[in-house]
């Protein structure tokens, strides 16, 4: 796949560099792939720490690197998935968690954060409607007698 590439890594305030992690988080903890593997313990009891420390990784090429594109994201997120979680993707999903995530990058070095707030809004939305969800209530029925006793 074609990649794309993102210009020079630097965001220039705390805000940019702060919505971009933030960015990161919610574009990894929307992946669906990502999001089973850790809901199925397949990274053992860590899952979800590993999930959080493949963010800090993606943000980190970011800050090590003067360029990172699509395609070096999509290999970061597919080497952990093999390593950390024992599973092989084969669909494209990562390249588009890659790509979204270089969107998200060049949006908040232009200190536009739309993006951001979106993924944002559907991560809360999505945890406000598990959290919100009505308990399951088990009502017992009466017993009912068979006697014919009239």
Not at 120 to 139: E, F, M
Request: glycine content about 4%; overall charge negative; some cysteine.
């Amino acid at each position: 796949m074609a990649s794309v590439r993102a210009a020079k890594n630097q965001l220039t305030t705390p805000t940019q560099h702060s919505r971009f992690e933030l960015g990161v988080c919610m574009a990894v903890y929307s992946w669906e792939n990502l999001t089973v593997a850790v809901q199925s313990g397949w990274g053992g009891p860590d899952s979800a720490d590993k999930r959080d420390w493949l963010t800090g990784s993606i943000v980190e090429l970011y800050e090590t690197h003067d360029e990172v594109d699509s395609e070096d994201i999509e290999n970061r997120l597919l080497q952990v998935m093999e390593d950390e979680f024992e599973v092989s993707i084969e669909d494209d999903s990562a390249y588009g968690v890659a790509e979204q995530i270089v969107k998200i990058f060049t949006q908040c070095k232009e200190s536009d954060f739309s993006l951001v707030d979106s993924l944002y809004q559907k991560y809360t939305a999505r945890q406000n409607s598990r959290s919100t969800s009505a308990p399951v209530q088990i009502v017992e029925q009466p017993e009912v007698s068979d006697d014919d006793d009239y």
